[in-house]
């Protein structure tokens, strides 16, 4: 067991690990990659706030809409701190990250960029960082160019060398892959972007949850992610942008709150960062996401990032044992806490569904990235994936039971 | 281990009667289900009386999906295509046995029926609705 986390300790703030399935299995809840657990304090402080505070924000002078907007800008200046961004203005409330890759491709790039300039993605990435890039290369003739990935997973840095001759105007890459695990070497990909004058934009739906991630540390210029990853609640998430940028970029959504005046024909936006938060935002999923910062903080993202750590190693191996069993995804010293695999002769789905009906939540298919699947020649993947609250005893049953299913389809 | 994987399930994955590609045929037919990547083609051959003489299916998906696209095939070879359209989401459950699928894997199961019904009508593309039991 890992000397970095009491999970045994952990897995008491979680009230769904001890739910039950299909008769009295124990949950082995191997799917944080698609969504985390909460922990009790996060479902409180949102509980709480339903029935303690309840009001909207920023404009009402009674006690609940004063208490309400301290708790809602509290957990902006906690999320800002967590990040390591200058200002908790740099922090902008979205529903979650596709949201926020949306915002900055509506908003920055519909400003920034023209018919020829040249936007660098990966093969690695998560439809959420291709598809809106798909959209305006459509409407405005932007060229996309990608990093490959090599076989062992991992970016094609030198390609990468080659392609920023190209002048790009924006280099956008996830921080880790959702479905390889690969840990990207962001800082360096945004020195070489900032070298060649591109502006960064990271995914940060896999990073941000399980890796310390520091934006000025990393040099980004833009940072997206969702709190539903990282034990927070879902529909809510951020766009970390430096000030500079966001002060330039005209709004999003227009309506309330993003507003200093209107008149019947004309508005005035209003400042950081209530330009990009139109309309009556999602308070309590604000204030959860607080408490989920809150509760990683107190964990110790290091801690958290050497369990995953740890576990993955462990996982690797045992899997790795199992034969007809095809693991995808670098080593474990450079990868995060998931395993994407095939079994010969079992399609991921079925794999899927034996593990369900012995407890285990596991999850089949693409993952959303479609492209990196077609790059390695599968439809689909089975992939387990590992957060705080895992257990090295759960990779034993994750393997004991693709064993069984093995013999089953023998 | 699970009776979702009930014997004539895993026998007809491994072991499929109607695996294939017909070249040249009369109908021929192919969609993916977009949750989980599964994609099926199906191609008939048809006579002058309207009756289906050789069906194939090819592709890849898992278990229930490829199994279910076998034994749709083995129950509509030496019908005719009149009968073959009134074939129903419950006939195939029935076919394959199954009860009490969940929303996802209904969806595995149904993909050879939506892609044989959408071929025979000649249609452009698939619809859920193909496979909606009339209430």
Redesign the interface.
Known sequence: MSQTLNVDQIRKDFPILSRRLHGNKALVYLDSTATAQKPVTVIRAMEDYYNQTNANIHRGVHTLAEEATAAYEGARERIAKFIGARHAREVIFTRNTTESINLVAYSWARKNLVSGDVVILTEMEHHSNLVPWQILADERGIRLEFIPVTEEGELDLLTYQNLLELRPKLVAFSQMSNVLGTINPAREIIEMAHRAGAVTLIDGAQSVPHLPVDVQQLGADFLAFSAHKMCGPTGIGVLYGRRDLLEAMPPFLGGGDMIKRVTLRSFSPNELPHKFEAGTPAIAEVIGFGAAVDYLIQMGMNNIAAHEHAITRYALDRLSEISGLKLIGPSAEKKGGVCAFTMEGIHPHDIAQLLDREGIAVRAGHHCAMPLHQRYGLPATTRASFYLYNTFDEVDLLAEALERAKELFG | ??D??REVI?EHY?NPTYRGVLDPHDISFEDENP?????IRIDLRVNDAGVVTEAAFSG???????ASADLLLESIVNKPLEEVKKISKQDLLDLLGLENLGPV?LK?ALLSLKVLKAGIYGLGETDDLLVEEEE
Do not use: N
């Not at chain 2, 949750?35 to 994609?39: M, P, T, V």
């Not at chain 2, 890849?60 to 490829?66: D, K, P, T, W």
């Open positions: 281990m699970d979702l994987y895993i491994k949750l989980c990547g599964d994609q890849h998906g898992c278990a229930i999906s490829q894997r595995c």
